[in-house]
C-alpha cells in the first residue's frame, strides 16, 4: 500500500567548508523526494547563528527550480527583543516565509535568560512583529518535555503556543507510536487543532541513538533497546532493522491520522530517503 504524505526534513548548520559541501549532497539528494521545506537548527542561544544564515540562504537559492523553501530555527533564550526583530527583518528580506520557533537551551556557563523566556512569548512576538508573514512552526512533546513539571502542565506550555499564534507544530521524536496517539487525543480534547507533525529519527548508530535519547528525553523501548544491543557491533544489521522499525512507525502514524512526517536527516541522506521509498512504494 502506498502511502501519500506531506515530508519535511531537518539539517543542523555544518562547522566547515567540507560540512557544508556534505549537506549540500544530501539535500540535492533528499530534495527529489519533494519535500514541503527544508528545516535548519539553531544553537543554544543562537551560537550558529551564522551558520544557519548562510545554510538557510543557501538552500533557498539552490536547485534548478529556483531553490527550495527554508524553514530557519529561531530560539529566544539568551536573546533581546531587538535582536530577535533583526534576525525576522533579515528573513524578511530575504523571502523566506516559514519560521521554527523555539524557546531554545542557553549556552552552557550563561545564566541571562535574554527578555523572551517562553516559546509562547517568542510567537506571539513573531506574530506582532510581523503579522502573518511567517508560517509559525513550534515544537511538540508526545513523551513530555524534560523539564516539564508534569504531563499537565507541559499540555498546557504547548497550548500557550498554539494560543499564542502557531501554525503547526513538530515534535520530538519517539519510538512509541502510543505516546503520539495519545497526545493528539490529550490536544484535541483541549480544543487544539493545529497539525502536530511527528518527528521522524532514522536510526543509523544504536550508540549515538541511545546517547542523545538520553539527553534529550526520548524513550527506547526496552525490546528496540535489547534487540540493537544484541547487534554489538554489526552496524549492517542496526541499520537494517532500525529502517524496519522506523518504516513501520512511520506506517502506523499515517494510518492513524499524522498530517505527515518530519525527518531529523542528520545531515545523512541515504536513511530518510530509503524510509520514504518504502512509504511511497
Known sequence: MSLDFELSIE??????????????AARDKLAVLNPTFFSVTYGAGGSTQERTFEAVF?????????GYEAAPHLSCVGSSRDSIRAILQRYQERGIRRIVALRGDLPSGTGDPGE????????????????????????????W?????SPREDLLAFKRKV?????????????NADAYEHFTDEC??????????????????????????????????????????GF???????????????????????????PGLHFYSMNQAELTAEIVRRLRA
Not at 13 to 18: K, L, S, Y
Not at 60 to 66: D, F, K, L, V
Not at 247 to 256: D, F, I, P
Open 11 to 24: 539539517f543542523f548548520p555544518p562547522q566547515t567548508a567540507e560540512g557544508m559541501d556534505k549537506l549540500r
Open 58 to 66: 543557501d538552500t533557498q537559492t539552490a536547485g534548478i527550480a529556483g
Open 116 to 143: 523572551l523566556r517562553y516559546a509562547n512569548e517568542l510567537v506571539a512576538f513573531i506574530r506582532a512583529e510581523t503579522g502573518d508573514h511567517f508560517h509559525i512552526e513550534v515544537a511538540a512533546y508526545p513523551e
Open 145 to 149: 518535555h524534560p523539564q516539564a513539571r
Open 163 to 175: 494560543d499564542a499564534g502557531a501554525d503547526s507544530a513538530i515534535t520530538q521524536y519517539f519510538f
Open 188 to 229: 484535541q480534547a483541549l480544543g487544539i487543532t493545529t497539525p502536530i507533525v511527528p518527528g521522524i529519527m532514522p536510526i543509523a548508530s544504536f550508540s549515538k541513538l541511545a546517547r542523545f535519547s538520553d539527553a534529550c528525553g526520548a524513550e527506547i523501548p526496552r525490546w528496540m533497546r535489547k534487540k540493537f544491543e
Open 232 to 258: 554489538g557491533d554489526d552496524t549492517d544489521s542496526v541499520k537494517a532493522f532500525g529502517l524496519d522499525v522506523v518504516t513501520e512507525l512511520c506506517e502506523r502514524l499515517l494510518k492513524a491520522g499524522a
